[in-house]
């Protein structure tokens, strides 16, 4: 049961950023901002509902990394001139962070484990495959290439976390 919720909290996520299609430097930032405040407002939530240590510190690292990232990319796109859309205003954005709320406390740590380890893969795959081939901007390319190791690093911590909690 709890693979099937976190399965679903991906569909609904993927269906809404199917439709939008990556056309330039700008999608491609807005869709790393929809993911990367996905991730951080999961862990929050995570923090706020796990009953277990080893999800909370998974929950503690991603926020700890991801929102200074955040703070990075929201500085460069600004100085480069580039306006993205408010977090806020993404469906898929509210749904998925709707649907993790719902999760009953006592399967909540397993579903957001499976959610954390599908959501992840899926983020490294479109960093790799869609929004760094969309960048122009050398800065751009050279700060989300060096992203690509830190997310895979943080895909087997999700990994090690999964294992200490089963």
């Known amino acids: ?3 099937l919720i976190a399965r679903f909290l991906l ?3 993927l269906t809404a950023q199917a439709a939008s299609a990556i056309a330039d430097e700008t999608a491609a930032l807005t869709l790393f901002n929809q993911m990367n405040a996905i991730d951080i407002t999961g862990a929050h939530i995570a923090l706020a509902r796990s009953q277990s240590t080893p999800v909370k510190n998974l929950a503690n690292m991603i926020i700890n990394d991801h929102e200074p990232i955040q703070q990075e990319v929201n500085r460069m796109t600004n100085a480069l001139g580039l306006k993205l859309p408010a977090i806020s205003d993404n469906k898929a954005y509210a749904n998925t962070l709707n649907a ?6 006592n399967a909540f740590d397993q579903a957001y ?5 599908e959501f992840s893969k ?4 479109k960093l790799k495959t869609e929004i760094l081939p969309a960048l122009t901007h050398n800065e751009l390319k050279t700060y989300f290439a060096g992203l690509v ?3 895979e690093a943080h895909f087997m ?3 090690h976390t999964e294992m200490m909690v089963k």
Do not use: G
């Open 122 to 125: 899926d983020f490294i795959d």
């Open 149 to 151: 190791p830190k997310f």
């Open 113 to 117: 484990l499976t959610h954390e380890l």
């Open 100 to 105: 993790l709320k719902s999760i009953t406390i």
């Open 1 to 3: 049961m709890n693979n």
């Open 157 to 159: 911590h999700i990994q």
């Open 11 to 13: 569909v609904i996520y």
